[in-house]
């Protein structure tokens, strides 16, 4: 196994299909199960974050599950969570420390709330970062359109002051360039 690892952040059925839907919803499905694919090609860790909601998630009911699109295979690990942070009160940090992992690939939902606060916290823990730019989505929100919030987004991160390891966004297409 890679030092590298990929987090898909809470792609589930209820956040991108259920209505509003999500911004790019299929397209953003595509990108993802593409990056998943070279992630696997080069020996990446594929890991699932699903989020809980006792509300508008709960365990076990349709919307919490990941997205049935996605390219998940029995070994994959899963880790659920109940904040927009990946890391707080789950077992990420550990796994990812049992793995060696020192890079992080990320994509997912939502852009704005939990990929946007796990790209942060996993800066703020001294991992490499990257983003792939195609592959995260949001929605519209009052005051933005979930493709305005993509593109400032992706604008931001690399534009971060973060100590050390600089988070970088890319597109799909690049990440395949750099890979291979």
């Given at each position: 196994?890679?030092?590298t690892?990929?987090l898909?952040i809470d792609?589930?059925?209820?956040?991108?299909?259920?209505?509003?839907?999500?911004?790019?919803?299929?397209?953003?499905?595509?990108?993802?199960n593409?990056?998943?694919?070279l992630?696997?090609?080069c020996?990446h860790?594929?890991?699932?974050?699903?989020?809980?909601?006792?509300?508008?998630?709960p365990?076990?009911?349709?919307g919490?599950?990941?997205?049935?699109?996605?390219?998940?295979?029995?070994?994959?690990?899963?880790?659920?969570?109940e904040?927009?942070?990946?890391f707080?009160?789950?077992?990420?940090?550990?796994y990812?420390d049992?793995?060696?992992?020192?890079?992080?690939?990320?994509?997912g939902?939502?852009?704005?709330f939990?990929?946007?606060?796990?790209?942060?916290?996993?800066?703020?823990?001294?991992?490499a970062?990257?983003?792939?730019?195609?592959?995260?989505?949001?929605?519209?929100?009052?005051?933005?359109?979930?493709?305005?919030?993509?593109?400032?987004?992706?604008w931001?991160?690399?534009?971060?002051?973060?100590p050390?390891?600089a988070?970088?966004?890319l597109?799909?297409?690049?990440?395949h360039?750099?890979?291979?």
């Amino acid at each position: 196994m890679s030092n590298t690892a990929l987090l898909v952040i809470d792609f589930q059925y209820g956040l991108i299909d259920g209505e509003p839907q999500a911004t790019r919803g299929a397209a953003t499905l595509a990108a993802l199960n593409e990056l998943i694919a070279l992630a696997r090609r080069c020996g990446h860790a594929v890991i699932f974050i699903q989020h809980h909601d006792a509300d508008d998630l709960p365990r076990g009911s349709a919307g919490w599950q990941l997205h049935p699109g996605l390219a998940r295979l029995p070994g994959d690990a899963v880790i659920e969570k109940e904040a927009a942070d990946s890391f707080l009160n789950t077992a990420l940090g550990q796994y990812l420390d049992t793995l060696g992992v020192e890079n992080l690939w990320l994509g997912g939902y939502a852009s704005d709330f939990c990929v946007d606060t796990t790209v942060r916290r996993a800066a703020s823990l001294g991992y490499a970062v990257t983003v792939i730019a195609d592959a995260h989505t949001s929605k519209d929100r009052p005051h933005a359109s979930g493709a305005t919030l993509v593109a400032h987004l992706n604008w931001l991160w690399p534009n971060l002051a973060v100590p050390g390891n600089a988070i970088r966004v890319l597109p799909l297409a690049q990440l395949h360039g750099e890979s291979a």
